[in-house]
C-alpha cells in the first residue's frame, strides 16, 4: 500500500468546556459524536464534532497539572492545541521525526487504534500526531477516539468542510520547512504566496505573527451570513469573515 498522510483531527483546547463545546455545536451546525473516556486518565474532558471525514475536538481540563492546563498559562487560552494526521504507519514516521530531533512524547495504543504524538516543543507551534486505525481503509470507517458511530453524527446542510488551518510564526517559511520536514511534505506557495502544506483533504498555510501557534481555521460553510447570525446569537465575539471561539479564528467560506 502507498504511503499517505490526510488530516484527521484538529484538537482545542479551553476551560471549562462548556459552553464552547455547545456553541461550537450551535454556530456551525454540527452533533457532538462522542466524549472520549480515555482522556481521563490524562486530567482531560472532551467532545467531538465531526466536520464531514474531519473530526474537530475541544478538551478542557478537569484538574490541576495537566499538559493541556499548561498550554492554556502559557498562551493565555490562545492557539490550537493538536493537529492530528492518519497515516500508514505512525511508528515508521515517528523515527522518522526522532532522526530531525523531533522527540515522541507519548505512544497511545487502543487496538485497533495506533497513535504516536510528538513533543510540542519540538514540533512547535502546536503538538503533531501520526495514527493509524488497522483494518480502516475506509475514511469513515472504525476510527475509536471519535466512538463507535462517528459517522452517523456528520451533518453537512451547514457545515461542509474543514479546508484550511493556519499557523502564525515570527519566520513562517521556517516554521512551514519544519513542518515539512517532520510530515515529509513539499512547501509550496499560495496564491498569495504565503507557505503552505498540501494535504489530500486540507492546506496548513503559515503567516506571519509574533509568535508560533495554530491561529485560525477555515471551513467551507453553506450560507455564511446564516453561521455568522448563529454566532452572534450565540454571543462569541465575530468579525465579517468568522468568529473567535476556543483560542482560535473560526473563517468562513462559502
Not at 74 to 88: L, N, V
Not at 144 to 160: H, L, M, Y
Not at 173 to 191: C, N, Q, T
Not at 215 to 231: C, I, R
Request: with cysteine.
Amino acid at each position: 500500500m502507498a504511503p499517505f498522510l490526510r488530516l484527521r483531527q484538529i484538537c482545542l483546547v479551553t476551560e471549562p468546556i462548556e459552553p464552547a463545546a455547545s456553541q461550537l455545536a450551535a454556530i456551525m451546525g454540527l452533533t457532538i459524536c462522542y466524549r472520549d473516556p480515555h482522556v481521563g486518565k490524562y486530567g482531560l474532558e472532551n467532545v467531538l464534532l465531526p466536520v464531514d471525514t474531519t473530526l474537530l475536538e475541544i478538551v478542557a481540563p478537569t484538574q490541576p497539572g495537566t499538559a493541556a492546563g499548561r498550554f492554556l498559562d502559557k498562551t493565555q487560552g490562545r492557539g490550537g492545541y493538536m493537529a492530528i494526521f492518519c497515516c500508514d504507519d505512525p511508528d515508521a514516521r515517528g523515527r522518522h521525526a526522532a532522526s530531525l530531533g523531533v522527540r515522541t512524547a507519548n505512544v497511545i495504543d487502543h487496538a485497533p487504534y495506533h497513535g504516536v504524538q510528538l513533543h510540542p516543543r519540538d514540533c512547535r507551534a502546536a503538538f503533531i500526531e501520526l495514527n493509524h486505525t488497522a483494518g480502516s481503509d475506509n475514511i469513515r470507517g472504525p476510527y475509536p477516539p471519535a466512538g463507535p458511530d462517528w459517522d452517523k453524527a456528520i451533518r453537512t446542510d451547514v457545515t461542509q468542510a474543514l479546508t484550511a488551518v493556519e499557523m502564525q510564526s515570527p519566520d513562517p517559511a521556517d516554521l512551514a520547512a519544519h513542518w515539512g520536514r517532520i510530515l515529509d511534505l513539499p512547501v509550496s506557495k499560495g496564491a498569495d504566496g504565503v507557505p503552505e502544506l498540501r494535504l489530500p483533504n486540507a492546506t496548513f498555510r503559515f503567516v506571519q505573527g509574533a509568535s508560533e501557534a495554530m491561529t485560525a481555521l477555515t471551513f467551507k460553510v453553506a450560507d455564511v451570513g446564516k453561521v455568522l447570525e448563529a454566532a452572534k446569537a450565540q454571543g462569541v465575539s465575530c468579525t465579517a469573515e468568522g468568529f473567535s471561539l476556543a483560542g482560535v479564528e473560526f473563517k468562513l467560506v462559502t
